[in-house]
């Protein structure tokens, strides 16, 4: 092009545009579809000249307005090849919003079309034009000149290049199923097969309806307009220039499963595990299946973000474009993206027409014609989990609203809805019958499938195949069809410059997968750095406030140009409302804006590192629908930690042009905030995506602390995961040095998940539960199992795996000999495949639980393994119950330490048999070192299976163990009858000691459980033989008693016909106990063994509810018969029908049964009279010591005696020659009882009882218990006593008694001389106790805990003196007080019998009287807590004064002071004696010495001894009677020269007086003592007063002094008391010594006791 024809103006201008574009239709048809995604390409068009249909676009683009325009400018400049100058002047003429802004008005749109390819008129060359515009053109040109350098610079700012190829558009696959690409993407999809779409009858043509040819008319113009439109927008487009057709036709559709799990219509949540069906692929015309004809039709599509969502229901719309899906008449797509930019109620008339496509007419009718149609109407939502507007109330309603009354069938009844989502909480408004339908992405044989069609030339695809096929972590991002094509667009890049093996050493995470995508996208590999900042600057706006879709005011025209030319840029028509649509624009997937909003984050100066850190977080997987807005930062994160890797840092110093150390600075707080997360305890969904971002950091440190800190526990919980995740937690644990326990329960996993675990060595338990995996699941998992070394536990439950599936894992197993545990609950395996399983059992030297539970085994294959158990020396138990099936298992010792010893040799060299000859090399298993080709690629699993029999061959150990072993065989309820029971009794004698075996719950009926009686003592069963709940009659209840007769083993039989019981106990055969040493401390034990620890001699034959009457006992005894000499037994009848009848019949034939150890004849409906029978066999049946009678509740017990000491009671002991002899003896001594309660004993009865008592020999105790005894009952049962001489307690316990009742008990006292104590506790609680004939005579009896009171008790002590009693007699709590106390004081003068008495009216309530045989002249009399008040003192002295024999009385704490104990000691007066009293009170430990003996001195006797202790509160006196009058010694006693005198102390008047009354009292003082009293208190006048008083007292023997401040005490005293100072010739002895641990000291003076 000439310059200077550039120079003419903008028609020259407008001219050159029109034929530069000219020359690429097809590029301007797809700008046109990107800018005006609504366009209608009209083919009338094609008849046009090319720059006349060139000239239209252009005036259909002008017209959007500038920021369209200009963006479309900038598109010409950046992709198509310009001259510089022209480029220049299009940016800025038509690049501006200065310029070209009203060329294009009414003048152009007014010329017919011929004339406009010549070019539109600028309005300033319209006539009239000022010429001052005509000399401003040149300085234009020269203005326009000059800025080119600078458009230059800033073009290369922009990064664009001179000449740009076409864009590569991406595949549908990439456009997120939420993103915004929508309806005029330049998404390019192939032909999906059209058998996906037959099998519905239906046909595509209309029917006419009854409205008339007219309404037809317009539902089918309607209809086919639907069509044309669903064409136009998701049609396959011409590939563009330079572009292989190959290229655009990629697709291939993703795994589709459905899920069986039930919805929450309260909550919408998911109810249950989302089980995913393996190995039952859905096509798309199975998500419409018509089989349901009523009510909603719903199918939910569920996926992770890029599985393909919204590319499938593109896809839909394009196959009924074609029509291809022809159930359907009517299909309508809408985008909740979209519909949430809708405010408005509308109406369901409104959403299909006005928001998707209008009718040419007569709107109604065509609605009326698809409600009454709807069963051939589909409408699709795409992104529900994006649905954030609220439901509406009835009528017109938002979006939501619609939707859901659509699903329930309220709204165009019996229509189809499908709706996409992610996993996670659903909305409420969704049924609980809608089919769940899961997208597992891609599958190893459809990612290369997918590159294959990607891949036009053979080279490439053999190129792209060869690098997945030697990168597994790239294989594994393939997994996501989004990532798959991203991988493949970056190969396409990378191999025609890369050596084979390089191109992918550059896309190890999915971060730099997405960098290489923008470097692929970048024209000749130039990035614009400002232009990638800014789009990411929009793309983190977005993510921040939710929002994916953004309009030309959103986005600066340079940067919308940017991102259509890189197609990181999708747009799409946004329609409002009728009339109202716009362009809309989006990242093609929300993936990509969050990788662009990361660059911003990471390069850009505008973030500081605090923001960037903010953005650092671990999501959930479930999506909240609690959130006010969207969260689309789910691989933000991710893509922040992936670009935090230091191969990530010049690509982001580039970005921020040059400036590294920003960049280092926020790598390094990315990473550091990992740290923090890696450390705290996080769900399991966080766990994987913690993992996922330190995966993309490359950190080997921070993959450390991670690893390290992960639980040992890990579950994974109801929430999906995908190949990729488990490859990332892979590589994770690769890190860990401790093993890991995995539980997958409830996730959906895909079916080659397993491949990702190849080679982790770390994990020791590994579970799926619930997972309904298939036959592809189960093979892909045995590629694994072998890789892992630690493997420990394997469980694989609730799948649909076949036999084909459990081949592949039996063929693996013994390649994991380290397995302890292997669990396939609930697989629905068939009977060969559970016996091939069993197989493996030999293999497997560590095993110890295999768990089939739940796969219906057959009763011959159950034989089968119960054959495998008893010859497979590892195996312990069997346990089958139903579904349950369990293997238990116990490795030999010697095994296990083999199998450690060879983990510990060195790696060897192991050759294949095979003709290949592949050699590898063992490894260390127990570390988890094993490769993944750990046998060689070209073999299987099962070829090396038999080159491994010859390390586990049986070896010694084992056979010793197999010698030894004991089996445990549970076979309940597996419906085995008697000829079953004749084989597997066949089957046990060949085998080993069996600990137990439990056949309950089948079929064997009486014979069958004779058979097993009868072989009971050949099987060598040690503990349990339970054939409960097999049809056993009573008729063979005799047959099994008669089998186990001879069974010597046996120990307990419990037969309960009515609850289909039958157990066999045994114990431990005769010739395995120990020898005679051993028998006799075991002799020695059974003294000491409680009732139910029974002896190994004892067996208990328990016959319980079995209905047996008075005409069974006797066969019934015939056949216990051959057990009775087997040992002592134990009889139980408990339950049964016997009745008196039977009970007599039984007493008659116990004799012959031997001598029992028990008889339990409880429930058994028999009289009073005949439970008093029972009491004749203690006279006829020496073994019986104790009877148990409760009559109410029937429980009837004989017992022996207890101890077992009646062990040999048929003979003597061969250890014991005078066995019987000692025995005898015993048995003499031992009492026997009879226990009788909840019995009406009436007088006839306890007459009858009595009676029937009197032949038992004794001793016996008689314990009897009712509701009320009578008065009358009482005294018969009294007046019986005598005739019951071997009678030696009887107990009247829990029974009620009248008021009467303590006299009636009281007068046995006399009429029966052999009854010595009678303890009266309460009137429901009375015992006597008698003497036997050895014993001496003595009575007590015991009142207390009654009512008696005051007066009672006075009633009481006025009889004392005529009763006989020469023990005690207890009066406790009877509610007495004071008076009660006094009257017991004034009552002893006439109880001469009465040695000591005691009453304490406190807390304790005890009044007890001791008597002695003959009269005593000494009494005590103790009183505690009395609380006497000063008007008891003289009646208590009075009472002291009466009762010359009392000599000692204590009053503790009976709240008397010291004045009222001065009048006390005043008043007691007597003819002559001695007496004590003692007083505890808590003043005496405050009053001082001269006030204690000024109490002392007011007696009225004299006294002889005080004894004051302060620590113990306590004064004692000791009076004499009658009082000696003495004429005490003068106080002028005149001693040696320079002695000091006594008249020369000064006491005071008060003390004188004082020491003149001592002297008168205390004249027969023989000893004072002293304790913890302080003599120097009081300004020293005690210790004078004690110095005169020592010094006049001539008959004192003994004065004892202790204090532990005792320190001056011996320099004042010894001086004035010692020999040495005073020649007191009385005074024998001194000595002071401490006393105790405290600093005490002791003085003690002894007189000689003679007179001054």
């Given at each position: 092009m000439d310059p200077v024809d550039l120079q003419l103006g903008n028609k020259n201008l407008w001219s050159c545009l029109v034929r530069l574009l000219s020359k690429d239709p097809e590029w301007l048809n797809a700008k046109m579809k990107f800018f005006l995604p609504n366009t209608d390409l009209d083919s009338r068009n094609e008849t046009l000249d090319p720059e006349q249909r060139v000239i239209l676009q252009l005036n259909k683009l002008h017209v959007q307005g500038s920021a369209t325009w200009q963006s479309f400018i900038h598109c010409v400049c950046m992709q198509l090849e310009v001259p510089l100058e022209l480029e220049v002047l299009l940016l800025s003429t038509f690049g501006c919003d200065d310029g070209f802004t009203s060329q294009l008005g009414a003048e152009g749109k007014s010329l017919p079309e011929s004339q406009l390819h010549q070019g539109l008129k600028r309005p300033h060359q319209s006539c009239g034009s000022s010429p001052r515009r005509k000399q401003c053109r040149k300085q234009q040109l020269v203005s326009r000149r000059k800025g080119l350098e600078v458009l230059h610079r800033q073009r290369r700012r922009l990064g664009w290049p001179r000449r740009v190829s076409p864009p590569i558009w991406l595949h549908g696959d990439f456009s997120r199923e939420g993103s915004a690409e929508g309806a005029g993407s330049t998404i390019q999809v192939s032909a999906l097969p059209s058998r996906l779409f037959q099998g519905h009858p239906m046909s595509s043509v209309l029917k006419e309806t009854q409205g008339g040819d007219q309404f037809g008319e317009l539902a089918k113009k309607y209809l086919q307009l639907l069509r044309t439109s669903a064409q136009q927008r998701y049609g396959s487009r011409i590939p563009g220039s330079g572009q292989s057709h190959a290229f655009h036709q990629v697709y291939v559709p993703p795994i589709l499963r459905r899920a069986t799990a039930s919805l929450d219509t309260q909550e919408g949540a998911i109810m249950g595990d989302l089980k995913v069906e393996d190995g039952t692929d859905v096509s798309i015309s199975d998500l419409f299946n018509t089989r349901v004809n009523k009510g909603p039709r719903v199918t939910v599509l569920l996926g992770k973000a890029g599985m393909g969502k919204t590319t499938l229901a593109h896809r839909l719309c394009q196959k009924w474009a074609e029509g291809h899906l022809d159930c359907f008449q009517a299909l309508f797509l809408f985008e909740f993206r979209q519909l949430n930019l809708i405010t408005r109620f509308l109406t369901l008339s409104q959403l299909l027409f006005?928001?998707?496509?209008?009718?040419?007419?007569?709107?109604?009718?065509?609605?009326?014609?698809?409600?009454?149609?709807?069963?051939?109407?589909?409408?699709?939502?795409?992104?529900?989990?994006?649905?954030?507007?609220?439901?509406?109330?009835?009528?017109?309603?938002?979006?939501?609203?619609?939707?859901?009354?659509?699903?329930?069938?309220?709204?165009?009844?019996?229509?189809?809805?499908?709706?996409?989502?992610?996993?996670?909480?659903?909305?409420?408004?969704?049924p609980a019958e809608a089919a769940m339908v899961y997208m597992l992405g891609f599958d190893g044989p459809r990612v290369e499938e997918y590159v294959n069609h990607f891949f036009s030339a053979q080279p490439l695809q053999e190129g792209a195949l060869a690098e997945l096929q030697t990168n597994g972590r790239l294989r594994s991002l393939c997994a996501v069809p989004a990532l798959c094509q991203v991988a493949c667009l970056c190969l396409h890049h990378l191999l025609p410059d890369h050596a084979p093996g390089q191109s992918v050493a550059l896309l190890p995470t999915m971060t730099q997968l997405y960098m290489q995508m923008v470097l692929a996208l970048s024209p000749r590999g130039h990035l614009p750095t400002t232009s990638l900042l800014d789009l990411g600057e929009v793309a983190l706006r977005g993510l921040e406030t939710g929002k994916v879709i953004f309009y030309a005011k959103d986005i600066a025209p340079p940067l919308i140009a940017f991102g259509a030319t890189h197609s990181l840029l999708t747009s799409f028509c946004v329609r409002t409302g009728p009339g109202h649509q716009q362009t809309g624009y989006a990242f093609t997937h929300v993936s990509l804006q969050e990788f662009l909003a990361a660059l911003h984050l990471m390069a850009s100066p505008k973030v500081d590192k605090d923001t960037l850190t903010q953005h650092v977080t671990l999501h959930s997987r479930w999506v909240q629908r609690t959130k006010a807005r969207l969260d689309l930062s789910d691989h933000l994160p991710t893509f922040l930690a992936g670009l935090a890797s230091c191969t990530c840092r010049p690509f982001l110093s580039h970005l921020a042009q040059g400036n590294e150390d920003c960049v280092g600075t926020k790598q390094a707080a990315v990473v550091q905030v990992l740290k923090k997360l890696a450390t705290r305890k996080l769900t399991g969904p966080k766990v994987v995506e913690l993992c996922h971002c330190v995966n993309e950091t490359q950190e080997p440190e921070l993959a450390s602390l991670t690893a390290q800190s992960l639980p040992y526990q890990l579950p994974f919980h109801n929430f999906p995961l995908t190949c990729t995740d488990l490859a990332t937690l892979t590589n994770i644990l690769e890190h860990r040095e401790a093993p890991i326990h995995l539980?997958?329960?409830?996730?959906?996993?895909?079916?080659?998940?397993?491949?990702?675990?190849?080679?982790?060595?770390?994990?020791?338990?590994?579970?799926?539960?619930?997972?309904?995996?298939?036959?592809?699941?189960?093979?892909?998992?045995?590629?694994?199992?072998?890789?892992?070394?630690?493997?420990?536990?394997?469980?694989?439950?609730?799948?649909?795996?076949?036999?084909?599936?459990?081949?592949?894992?039996?063929?693996?197993?013994?390649?994991?000999?380290?397995?302890?545990?292997?669990?396939?609950?609930?697989?629905?395996?068939?009977?060969?495949?559970?016996?091939?399983?069993?197989?493996?059992?030999?293999?497997?030297?560590?095993?110890?639980?295999?768990?089939?539970?739940?796969?219906?085994?057959?009763?011959?294959?159950?034989?089968?393994?119960?054959?495998?158990?008893?010859?497979?020396?590892?195996?312990?138990?069997?346990?089958?119950?139903?579904?349950?099936?369990?293997?238990?298992?116990?490795?030999?010792?010697?095994?296990?330490?083999?199998?450690?010893?060879?983990?510990?040799?060195?790696?060897?060299?192991?050759?294949?048999?095979?003709?290949?000859?592949?050699?590898?090399?063992?490894?260390?298993?127990?570390?988890?070192?094993?490769?993944?080709?750990?046998?060689?690629?070209?073999?299987?699993?099962?070829?090396?299976?038999?080159?491994?029999?010859?390390?586990?061959?049986?070896?010694?150990?084992?056979?010793?163990?197999?010698?030894?072993?004991?089996?445990?065989?549970?076979?309940?309820?597996?419906?085995?009858?008697?000829?079953?029971?004749?084989?597997?009794?066949?089957?046990?004698?060949?085998?080993?000691?069996?600990?137990?075996?439990?056949?309950?719950?089948?079929?064997?009926?009486?014979?069958?459980?004779?058979?097993?009686?009868?072989?009971?003592?050949?099987?060598?069963?040690?503990?349990?033989?339970?054939?409960?709940?097999?049809?056993?009659?009573?008729?063979?209840?005799?047959?099994?008693?008669?089998?186990?007769?001879?069974?010597?083993?046996?120990?307990?039989?419990?037969?309960?016909?009515?609850?289909?019981?039958?157990?066999?106990?045994?114990?431990?055969?005769?010739?395995?106990?120990?020898?005679?040493?051993?028998?006799?401390?075991?002799?020695?034990?059974?003294?000491?063994?409680?009732?139910?620890?029974?002896?190994?001699?004892?067996?208990?034959?328990?016959?319980?509810?079995?209905?047996?009457?008075?005409?069974?006992?006797?066969?019934?005894?015939?056949?216990?018969?051959?057990?009775?000499?087997?040992?002592?037994?134990?009889?139980?009848?408990?339950?049964?029908?016997?009745?008196?009848?039977?009970?007599?019949?039984?007493?008659?034939?116990?004799?012959?049964?031997?001598?029992?150890?028990?008889?339990?004849?409880?429930?058994?409906?028999?009289?009073?009279?005949?439970?008093?029978?029972?009491?004749?066999?203690?006279?006829?049946?020496?073994?019986?010591?104790?009877?148990?009678?409760?009559?109410?509740?029937?429980?009837?017990?004989?017992?022996?005696?207890?101890?077992?000491?009646?062990?040999?009671?048929?003979?003597?002991?061969?250890?014991?020659?005078?066995?019987?002899?000692?025995?005898?003896?015993?048995?003499?001594?031992i009492p026997r009882s009879l226990r009788l309660s909840e019995c009406p004993l009436e007088p006839p009865s306890l007459t009858h009882l009595c009676a029937t008592l009197k032949e038992c020999p004794g001793p016996l105790e008689l314990q009897l218990s009712c509701e009320f005894l009578s008065d009358q009952s009482l005294e018969t049962l009294l007046d019986c006593l005598p005739r019951l001489p071997q009678l030696s307690l009887l107990q009247l316990s829990q029974t009620g008694l009248s008021p009467k009742s303590p006299f009636l008990l009281a007068n046995t006292l006399s009429?029966?001389?052999?009854?010595?104590?009678?303890?009266?506790?309460?009137?429901?609680?009375?015992?006597?106790?008698?003497?036997?004939?050895?014993?001496?005579?003595?009575?007590?009896?015991?009142?207390?805990?009654?009512?008696?009171?005051?007066?009672?008790?006075?009633?009481?002590?006025?009889?004392?003196?005529?009763?006989?009693?020469?023990?005690?007699?207890?009066?406790?709590?009877?509610?007495?007080?004071?008076?009660?106390?006094?009257?017991?004081?004034?009552?002893?003068?006439?109880?001469?019998?009465?040695?000591?008495?005691?009453?304490?009216?406190?807390?304790?309530?005890?009044?007890?009287?001791?008597?002695?045989?003959?009269?005593?002249?000494?009494?005590?009399?103790?009183?505690?807590?009395?609380?006497?008040?000063?008007?008891?003192?003289?009646?208590?002295?009075?009472?002291?004064?009466?009762?010359?024999?009392?000599?000692?009385?204590?009053?503790?704490?009976?709240?008397?002071?010291?004045?009222?104990?001065?009048?006390?000691?005043?008043?007691?007066?007597?003819?002559?004696?001695?007496?004590?009293?003692r007083v505890q009170e808590p003043w005496a430990d405050r009053a001082g010495i001269l006030s204690l003996l000024e109490v002392c001195a007011q007696a009225s006797g004299s006294v002889t001894e005080i004894s004051i202790s302060k620590t113990q509160q306590q004064l004692c006196v000791q009076l004499e009677f009658p009082r000696q009058e003495e004429n005490p010694v003068a106080l002028r006693w005149d001693p040696a020269p320079g002695t000091p005198r006594l008249a020369h102390c000064d006491l005071g008047t008060h003390h004188s007086l004082l020491v003149g009354q001592l002297m008168e009292t205390c004249a027969r003082l023989q000893q004072l003592s002293l304790s913890q009293v302080n003599l120097w208190e009081d300004n020293d006048d005690s210790s004078l007063l004690l110095q005169n008083l020592l010094l006049s007292l001539s008959q004192l023997k003994t004065f004892r002094y202790a204090d532990k401040t005792f320190t001056q005490a011996p320099l004042q005293l010894c001086p004035a008391l010692t020999p040495p100072v005073i020649p007191s010739p009385g005074l024998r002895g001194l000595s002071v010594s401490p006393c105790g641990q405290k600093p005490q000291v002791a003085l003690e003076m002894i007189f000689r006791g003679t007179q001054l």
């Open positions: 006005d928001l998707y496509l209008s009718p040419e007419s007569d709107p109604d009718a065509v609605f009326q014609y698809l409600e009454k149609n709807a069963d051939q109407v589909l409408l699709i939502f795409d992104g529900l989990d994006e649905a954030l507007q609220p439901m509406g109330p009835d009528g017109p309603g938002s979006v939501l609203t619609l939707f859901s009354r659509l699903c329930r069938g309220t709204l165009l009844p019996g229509c189809r809805v499908m709706a996409t989502s992610r996993p996670g909480k659903l909305p409420a408004c969704l539980d997958f329960d409830g996730c959906p996993l895909e079916p080659h998940c397993p491949e990702a675990l190849v080679g982790c060595g770390q994990i020791e338990n590994l579970s799926f539960k619930s997972r309904k995996c298939g036959d592809a699941f189960a093979e892909a998992l045995s590629r694994s199992l072998p890789t892992m070394g630690r493997l420990q536990m394997l469980g694989l439950a609730g799948s649909k795996i076949t036999a084909r599936g459990i081949s592949h894992l039996v063929k693996a197993l013994p390649l994991c000999p380290q397995l302890e545990e292997v669990s396939f609950r609930d697989n629905q395996l068939s009977d060969q495949v559970v016996l091939n399983i069993v197989e493996v059992l030999p293999h497997l030297p560590r095993l110890r639980k295999l768990d089939l539970s739940g796969n219906s085994v057959c009763v011959s294959t159950l034989l089968c393994l119960a054959r495998v158990a008893v010859t497979c020396p590892t195996i312990r138990t069997l346990q089958a119950r139903k579904a349950d099936l369990i293997f238990l298992l116990s490795p030999p010792t010697e095994t296990t330490a083999e199998l450690q010893r060879k983990e510990k040799r060195e790696p060897t060299a192991v050759t294949c048999p095979r003709p290949h000859g592949y050699t590898r090399q063992s490894q260390n298993l127990n570390k988890g070192s094993i490769s993944p080709q750990t046998f060689c690629p070209s073999c299987s699993a099962e070829s090396h299976l038999g080159h491994l029999a010859p390390d586990l061959q049986e070896s010694d150990g084992q056979r010793k163990g197999a010698q030894s072993r004991s089996l445990t065989l549970r076979l309940q309820k597996c419906q085995l009858q008697v000829h079953d029971a004749e084989t597997l009794i066949a089957l046990l004698q060949e085998g080993p000691h069996l600990e137990e075996v439990d056949l309950s719950g089948n079929q064997l009926e009486d014979e069958g459980c004779r058979l097993m009686a009868e072989a009971a003592s050949q099987l060598h069963i040690t503990r349990k033989l339970d054939l409960s709940d097999n049809g056993l009659s009573l008729a063979g209840v005799h047959c099994v008693l008669r089998a186990v007769s001879a069974c010597w083993t046996l120990a307990e039989l419990h037969i309960s016909l009515q609850h289909k019981t039958v157990v066999f106990m045994f114990a431990q055969e005769p010739e395995e106990q120990e020898g005679p040493q051993e028998r006799a401390a075991f002799l020695d034990s059974l003294m000491l063994q409680m009732p139910s620890e029974l002896p190994l001699s004892s067996r208990r034959m328990r016959l319980t509810h079995c209905g047996l009457q008075a005409k069974h006992l006797e066969q019934l005894c015939k056949a216990l018969g051959g057990s009775c000499h087997l040992g002592h037994l134990h009889l139980d009848f408990s339950g049964n029908a016997l009745g008196d009848e039977g009970a007599t019949r039984l007493a008659q034939l116990l004799p012959g049964l031997g001598a029992l150890q028990s008889l339990n004849l409880s429930e058994n409906s028999l009289s009073l009279d005949a439970v008093l029978g029972l009491a004749r066999c203690f006279s006829t049946l020496q073994w019986l010591f104790h009877l148990d009678i409760s009559f109410e509740s029937q429980h009837i017990l004989l017992r022996g005696d207890k101890t077992g000491r009646d062990i040999w009671t048929t003979g003597s002991s061969p250890d014991f020659p005078a066995g019987a002899e000692f025995l005898g003896f015993r048995r003499r001594c009429l029966c001389p052999r009854v010595k104590k009678v303890d009266l506790r309460s009137l429901h609680h009375a015992t006597l106790h008698f003497r036997s004939n050895e014993e001496q005579e003595g009575v007590c009896c015991g009142l207390s805990a009654n009512l008696l009171g005051d007066s009672g008790l006075r009633c009481l002590l006025e009889c004392l003196p005529q009763v006989p009693i020469s023990g005690s007699l207890d009066l406790s709590h009877n509610s007495v007080s004071q008076e009660s106390a006094l009257y017991l004081v004034e009552t002893l003068p006439s109880c001469p019998r009465v040695r000591e008495a005691s009453v304490n009216l406190g807390s304790e309530q005890s009044f007890r009287i001791h008597f002695s045989k003959e009269d005593q002249a000494g009494k005590t009399l103790r009183l505690s807590e009395c609380s006497f008040r000063p008007e008891h003192v003289s009646r208590l002295a009075t009472g002291l004064s009466q009762s010359l024999q009392l000599t000692e009385l204590t009053l503790t704490q009976c709240c008397l002071d010291q004045e009222q104990l001065a009048i006390l000691l005043s008043l007691v007066g007597r003819p002559a004696g001695l007496f004590s009293l």
